[in-house]
Structure formats: structure tokens, C-alpha cells
DNA sequence: CTGTTAGCGCATTCAC
DNA sequence: GTGAATGCGCTAACAG
């Protein structure tokens, strides 16, 4: 039966030190900056260490070289698909380098994004990853305060806390409404989640087309449900829908079953538009038109932009904007998968 | 332009405490243990906190409590969407504990495995969680001897690490192999992932159904792609293919897709079977019949495990079959959205 | 190449 | 109710 504390005393680096007979100095030299020391005495370090089982205390090293190897992330929530491969990509790169992830839920709550960062900048992380923007202007001004790169992902703005690496959710709405036009469709509708970014397409979209349209809004998280209750609700406004622009693939594909149960072809009779490009939307049948953006792309370099900074590397670019790209499949009359 | 490394020096207890006029340990007093301190001290500590805009540093804490207030998760990866309702109800009970999450990804991969361990164990986090089983026997004992609570998920076995809370993956296997006996069915197909816990479910499948049967592997992570691709190979091993068990609900949809663009009415030609409950399962359309696992109580449970533990408080159970139950919906001609 | 000294920021232990 | 001394495990800075 395991006990919540160490029964044996742990093993320490002295311990270490002892059974190699050497300083523990040259014990932690061996073992994190091997170039200083002889090839010998690395050896018996080594030797030294496989025979006590010791396992390096990094808060320990931490304190004294004040960085503790660890970047916090703030996410939403873990059910919005569109950040993890975000998040996995960040992981990836920041573990081969030696850095480990604190994850932290702000769960859309302004009130509690300021708390969670509080308590995230306890563990005084060497770095901090925010999906979205960070929201109060006293959390900012925290940050700004605890200097420690920042790096706001997901989105764009002029005015970064730090650095910002993403795309414009306001261009996007835009570019999607133009595309509708230029396919000729006037009837037009929007599904949207109600978190701030999806807001802002819905914006630049509303703004390109010049005119209000029929538009449902479900709560987050945005799901296949949701879509299928939104095409409802648009469909019972405007019974003549021509195209529906969603604010993320799961809601599009809500919008898809929910056509065919109502006997609607797609894209004969009622196109449809996502946004994240998920697995599935190439794949689906009709395969869907939908908004590409490169989630892995934006983790990795964040990561390479907090960890340039953390080697006080200068930054070339504190706004990033990594673009999109719409791809056009079966749902709006493409032809295959793309 | 904020620098990787405080420009100014870092608030400290000590400040605090000087601005307050009294000492460290009354400040530290003050803000962790307020019931020892006069209400006027308080008072006085916490103004100074205001003041100097002080962030407890935790790691140094925790250098002498030796405890971290850190509990590490490993998953294989975050696109694994079956881990992410547990891994969020962890966080969400750990975070109200004051507990952090350290997340590390093994990507399936058993010498990563042992790698990551080793580096969230130089963290010294007070508990352990794993999506999973720990592999490698050297891991298992290595995580005995650090003396933390462990808790390993989604999985059942006599001999954990230390405890563990799921289901079995075999009498999954074996009850969808029942119920589709008790239908009728006899030509039946697996389309699976790769994984071990689909491994096991699939030799629970066949245990109780007494033969082999077609059999389609997707490497993961499995997907609506896999689905389709893996319906293609079932029927052309048995083109009378009366019913399908898929390994995730992600394969499920897809081999409902190729059906349906086959020509293949579900349930009448072909009936289907998925794992996991996912969000859409119930609002597809057919909907789907899959196994239900509640994945947030199972995280709500290894943190309550664990954080007893730490409190030294005894757990009466070390290893917690939360079970599971199959919800037949349309895909084998149940009825409704159960 | 190796060792000595000092101290990171805080909490435990003991005193008053 | 408050404080002084001490040390958690490790590494930066300086010496040799």
C-alpha cells in the first residue's frame, strides 16, 4: 500500500554526490551541464545515480535559477475541439525542450479567467499560452507586470498583451460572405455558437453582406445538437434559405443531418459553410465546405516565440497573423474532398 | 516590450511583510493560515499584498511542505476525445482543491511512456493520474517507490500500480456480442482502432460469440475516415454483413456514412454499434446505439481518490468499476434518443 | 575541472 | 498572537 508521503527518505542530489564522492556541485554539473565536467567524473554520477533511483527535484533547481521549466496554458474548456491540436502541438515542441504544461480551464468565465491566472502565476510558469485573447485589462496589466512572455493565440489584435499568434475571425465572417456572394445565393443564414471569436465572424460577415440576416444562436459548447435546432430556427424564419454560414464544423454537420431528415439536398437546395476544418468534414457525405485553419501551426510557434524568449532571444513579429483559408467541398457545389 | 526575465525585482513574502510592519512568517501566516493572526494583522497584510501587487510563489512553498498542490496527468493524446469529459472534470475538483494539472502526452508510444514519467515525477507532483494502464513494469515500480497516489483510468485491473477506477473493455466486448446475438444477428463484423482497450473489447466480442469474425484495424486516432474505410474492407469480406461493432463513435458514424452511400438502409440492411456516447450519437440521424461510460464521473472519482490521499485519509476501495451500459437507439432498430 | 559559500522564497519548529 | 532561527534541494557566483 503506497503512502500519500514518502516512507523512504527521498533521494537528493547529496546522496547522489556521496555515493559518487564528489561535491554535490559537480553531482548537479554532471547531470545538467556534463561539458564542465570530466568524462570520468560523469560516469560516476551517472553510475551514482542508477544506484540510488534519485530523480531530480526540478522546483527545487527552479527556485535558485528562477525558472521553473513550465508554461501555463489557458484554454476555454477541453471540449472545444478546436484548440487541441493547438494544445498538442505546444505540448509537443515545449517537451522537447525541456518544458512541461500546466493546463488551466477559464470555462468562459471573465471572473474566472482573472482567478485562475492568479494561481497560475503562483507556480511562476517561465511562460503563458491563452486561446483567445486575455479578456480584463487588470489580468492584462498582470501579465504585463510579471514579465513573462505572453503569447494570445486564436486571434488578432494590434494591442497584444505581449505577442499574439493567429488570424482575423473578423475577415473570415468576411470572406465566407463574399464567397456566398459570388456563388449568386441572396437568401442567406448563420448558425453560430456565442463565444466572442464566432461573434466577430458573424460580424465581419453581416458587414461584407450589408444587411442583417436570419441568424440562431446556441450556447457553447457548439455541437451537432445545436445545428440541427439552429436550421430549425433559420428555416422558420426565412423558408427559402438558400446557404447557411456555421460557426464550427460540428454545428455545420448538425445543419446537414437535419437537411436530409428534412428532405432538403445539399447543396441543391440549401448550401452550408463550417469553420475549423475538423477530421470528419472532408470525409462526410456530402463532404463539407468549411474555413481551414492551422491549429498545429499556431501551437508550434507559439512555442518557438516563448521559447526564443525564454533564451532572451529577440522576436522579430509580436503579431503574428497566420491566415486561413476557405475550402470549398460538396456542401457549397465543390467537387471532392480537398 | 516585457522582458523574459523580471525587470524588477520580484515581489517577495519579505516585502510584504516589511510593508506591513511585521514579520515573514506572520504575512505568510496571514494569507495561509488566518485563524493563528490577529484580525488587525490581516487587515494590514493584506493591504500590504494590494500594495506591492504580491504573487505567492508557490514552488518555494512547496519546497518545504513538500507538497506541490501539482497533480500530473498522462494521456495518450489530447485528440483521443474519449479522455477529454474525464480529464475536465479532474481539473475542475482539483482546481476547487487548489490543485494544478501538469499534463503530459505519451502518444502512445511505452518508452515515451517511461520517459514523461520521469519528467513529471522530477516535478514532484503530489498524485498521478493515467488515461490507462501503466505499461512497463520498470514505470510501475518506479511510480510505487515515489510514494504518490496513483490512479489509473479507463481500465480495470486485480493489480493496479495503486488504484483505479473504470470498467472492462472484455465485458464491453462481450455484452455487445450478446445483445447482438439476442437480435438475431449472425453475420457480424468489427471495425476497431488499435489501441489495447479496443483490443480487449474485440477479444471479449469474439470470447462470447465463440468464432472469429471479419475484422477491419484503423491506426488511431480513429475517425469518421476510418469508419468509411473500414465498412469497405468488412463487406468485402462478407458481403451479407448483417451488423457492425465499431470501436469509437467517430468509426461508427463513418461506417454509417459509407452505408448510406453504399445504399445500405440502417438498421433494415446493416445494424451498427459504436463506443463511447460522444455528443452526436444521440442527435445523428439514424442515432446511434453505443456504450455509454461516464467519463466525468470517472475523473471526478480519481480526483477524490486522490486528493483523500493526500489528506492521509484512508480510500475504501482501490479499484472502482463504474461500469458501463449499452443505450440501443435507432442504428439497431431501437427507437429514440435514450 | 572541481569545490566552497551563499541563498532562491517560503513554512516548519520552537521560543516568547 | 507573534517572531527567530533553520532548512527544503538545488544552482549561481566565485574561488582554486
Not at 489580468?139 to 512572455?149: M, N, T, V, W, Y
Not at 456530402?286 to 512555442?303: E, K, L, N
Not at 516565440?305 to 483559408?325: H, I, K, M, S, Y
Amino acid at each position: 500500500m503506497a503512502a500519500s508521503r514518502p516512507a523512504r527518505k527521498t533521494v537528493t542530489l547529496h546522496d547522489v554526490a556521496r555515493e559518487a564522492g564528489v561535491s554535490t556541485i559537480t553531482a548537479s554539473r554532471a547531470l545538467s551541464n556534463p561539458a564542465l565536467v570530466s568524462k570520468d567524473t560523469i560516469e560516476r554520477v551517472q553510475q551514482a545515480v542508477r544506484a540510488t533511483g534519485y530523480i531530480p527535484n526540478l522546483l527545487a533547481g527552479g527556485l535558485k535559477s528562477q525558472r521553473s521549466h513550465m508554461v501555463a496554458a489557458l484554454v476555454p474548456a477541453l471540449s472545444v475541439a478546436q484548440f487541441l491540436p493547438t494544445i498538442q502541438a505546444l505540448t509537443d515542441v515545449l517537451d522537447a525542450a525541456g518544458y512541461q504544461l500546466i493546463l488551466g480551464q477559464t470555462g468562459y468565465d471573465h471572473a474566472r479567467e482573472d482567478a485562475l491566472l492568479g494561481t497560475m502565476l503562483s507556480r511562476r510558469p517561465d511562460a503563458l499560452v491563452m486561446s483567445g485573447l486575455v479578456h480584463s485589462e487588470a489580468s492584462r496589466e498582470r501579465l504585463r507586470r510579471a514579465g513573462i512572455p505572453v503569447v494570445e493565440t486564436w486571434d488578432l489584435t494590434d494591442h497584444p498583451v505581449d505577442m499574439v499568434v493567429g488570424f482575423s475571425h473578423l475577415k473570415v465572417g468576411s470572406a465566407i460572405a463574399g464567397y456566398f456572394l459570388t456563388k449568386g445565393w441572396q437568401r442567406l443564414g448563420i448558425a453560430t455558437g456565442d463565444d466572442e471569436r464566432a461573434a466577430q465572424r458573424r460580424e465581419g460577415f453581416v458587414a461584407t453582406l450589408g444587411r442583417e440576416v436570419p441568424v440562431a444562436v446556441a450556447p457553447a459548447p457548439s455541437s451537432l445538437e445545436s445545428g440541427r435546432r439552429a436550421l430549425g430556427e433559420l428555416l422558420a424564419q426565412d423558408p427559402a434559405l438558400q446557404a447557411v454560414y456555421c460557426s464550427s464544423d460540428q454545428m455545420a454537420q448538425g445543419v446537414l443531418v437535419e437537411a436530409r431528415a428534412r428532405g432538403l439536398r445539399v447543396p441543391q437546395d440549401l448550401a452550408v459553410c463550417g469553420f475549423g476544418n475538423a477530421a470528419f468534414a472532408a470525409h462526410y457525405d456530402p463532404s463539407m465546405t468549411t474555413v481551414h485553419v492551422d491549429g498545429p501551426a499556431i501551437g508550434r510557434m507559439a512555442a518557438e516565440l516563448l521559447l526564443a524568449r525564454c533564451r532572451d532571444e529577440a522576436v522579430a513579429q509580436r503579431v503574428v497573423d497566420l491566415g486561413f483559408r476557405i475550402i470549398e467541398r460538396e456542401s457549397t457545389g465543390g467537387s471532392g474532398r480537398g
